[in-house]
């Protein structure tokens, strides 16, 4: 799992609008967007620390105090983070449950039947009138067996690695599809993830997910900037186009060869603009593919006319990324 | 109803609608396990309060046009978590989202005497679009219940509604 939406403001607008001739920018990453007001408002939390609470009950053996350290250890790591500004403040036990709209952000376990494929969901309280977002809430589903100890164990679900996944949810971030899987038997199983944020769990056992990689940093930094992140970072912009169009929702990956790291956002906009922030400066190997790996919408939302029709391709030359600028447009034309 | 993000493909947002930790579905799991499977197009999104008013909900209402497994009437409710009420929006990550006019083919769920509800969240919706020649097209799951190996990228293609529906129809006779 892994991966996430954000969005890199004030710099790559104006770094846009001139290498694109004109007004609109190309955002770097997702981003949770909502229309309030009559406005398009970014998710995100306006004031820090974000205050949460634990449901307060034991659930398949799981005490309330044992979850809530769990969470807290998510909490924690996505804190942690050098270049990014969020903090979060456990504000503690309430006989409320995830997805009361009560105005507490609130995490803890239900069973919800109706969510039978859905290990852990977050969802959002938002004003309709200013955009502001009111609450956030992670329910874990009770329907699954869960495990909270320190090495994982065998068949069970791992809460922090799964916590970590929706923390990032919780502050703003969306999906990433840097990740790989394949069908065995007829079922799917994830054989790679290259983001906390990607969809899909690695598999009951596992705790290889309880660390953030390079995708996250970038995103959760990109969307609560701190220190000289966007001055000590660079980005990469350009356009991803088919049969001389403009590609919508094609995937397009930066591999620094230095580091091993990969960053990703989408082309976002029918002209098949994309901007990949939060990158280290120095080359970068770009890869553009189509998401055929995911469910599109848990990316994008059912309107979007994601293109799917076309084969992966490498930019033919490595792209030197700048410190504290821009690329400079690269274009890249895809086959059917 | 738009429920998280609202789509401005060519402004300058983008949406995202996705986030939850899912299990992967496939159309074999999903014609299995689907109480009933409908085609139809959407005629109504309410959202509504759940009993005692805790959390916000939406009834979507499908005029069915045809079904490829078992029977819920010619209109048929079922609910997703979530929706937009007075001013208060509550946004549940992954649950799909739908418009009036929609053309869709659902896999529901149920539990007991409740309203359906739409199985593996966004994964057991499949949305209809036509081609520019007219011809109704379904882009399938990136899971084929067919084919083991690496999943292969650039070839997913939308197909067509008659193989799609066929390939639902026997699949989930299979399961009976």
């Known amino acids: 799992m892994s991966g996430g939406p954000v969005h890199r403001v004030a710099g790559l607008l104006a770094i846009a609008a001139v290498l694109f001739g004109h007004t609109q920018p190309a955002f770097a990453y997702l981003k949770f967007g909502l229309e309030a007001g009559g406005r398009e408002v970014t998710l995100k939390w306006t004031t820090t620390p974000v205050r949460y609470f634990v449901t307060d009950q034991t659930v398949g053996g799981i005490s ?5 350290a769990a969470t ?7 804190q942690s983070v050098p270049s990014a500004s969020i903090t979060y403040r456990f504000a503690g036990f309430t006989s ?8 507490r952000t609130t995490l ?22 200013t955009g502001a977002l009111l609450e956030a809430d992670i329910f874990f589903n009770s329907a699954f067996t869960w495990s909270v100890s320190k090495d994982g164990e065998p068949g069970k679900w791992d809460v922090q690695s799964i916590a970590l996944h929706e923390i990032g949810h919780l502050s703003g971030l969306g999906h990433s599809a840097i990740g790989e899987t394949q069908i065995v038997n007829g079922s799917r199983r994830v054989l790679s993830a290259g983001a906390v944020m990607f969809p899909i769990a690695l598999g009951p056992g596992d705790i290889s997910s309880r660390q953030l990689d ?3 940093v970038a995103g959760i930094s990109d969307l609560y900037p701190d220190g000289d992140f966007n001055a000590a970072t660079g980005s990469v912009s350009g356009q991803v186009t088919k049969n001389g169009q403009g590609v ?5 990956v930066a591999f620094d060869p230095g580091t091993g790291e990969q960053i990703a956002n989408f082309t976002l906009t029918r002209s098949g603009l994309f901007s990949i922030a939060g990158l280290r400066p120095g080359p970068h190997v770009i890869r553009v593919e189509p998401l055929d790996d995911a469910d599109i919408e848990s990316f994008f939302d059912s309107a979007e006319p994601v293109d799917l029709s076309f084969r992966a391709k490498f930019y033919e030359r490595l792209v030197v990324v700048p410190r504290g600028g821009d690329s400079g447009s690269i274009q890249i034309a895809v086959s059917p | 109803m738009r429920a998280v993000l609202i ?71 079922f609910r997703v978590p979530g929706g937009s009420l007075g001013r208060f929006r509550s946004v549940v990550v ?3 989202s739908f418009a009036v006019g929609q053309r869709v083919i659902v896999f529901l769920g149920s539990r007991g005497p409740t309203v359906p509800y739409v199985l593996g969240m966004s994964q057991g919706v499949f949305r209809l679009s036509q081609s520019p020649q007219g011809d109704w097209l379904v882009t399938p799951p990136s899971i084929s219940a067919a084919a083991d190996g690496p999943i292969v990228r650039g070839i997913r293609r939308p197909s067509p509604l008659g193989d799609f529906e066929r390939d639902v129809r026997a699949l989930a006779g299979a399961a009976r």
């Open chain 1, 64 to 68: 309330a105090a044992d979850f809530q």
């Open chain 2, 94 to 96: 992954g649950a799909p």
């Open chain 1, 248 to 252: 919508f929702g094609a995937h397009v």
């Open chain 1, 72 to 78: 807290a250890q998510a909490f924690a790591t996505w």
């Open chain 1, 108 to 129: 803890g376990f239900l069973n919800e039947p109706a969510l039978d494929r859905v290990l852990a969901s977050t969802s959002f309280l938002v004003d309709n009138v």
């Open chain 1, 214 to 216: 390079a995708d996250d």
């Open chain 2, 7 to 77: 789509a401005v493909a060519l402004s300058l947002f983008s949406s995202v609608a996705g986030a939850t930790v899912f299990l992967p579905t496939d159309l074999n799991d999903l014609s299995r396990d689907a109480v009933a499977i409908a085609r139809g197009r959407i005629v109504a999104v309410d959202a509504q309060w759940t009993d005692g008013r805790r959390s916000i909900e939406t009834l979507v209402t499908l005029e069915t046009e045809t079904y490829l497994k078992g029977s819920l009437g010619q209109v048929v409710q």
């Open chain 1, 96 to 103: 409320s449950t995830p997805g009361d709209d009560d105005g």
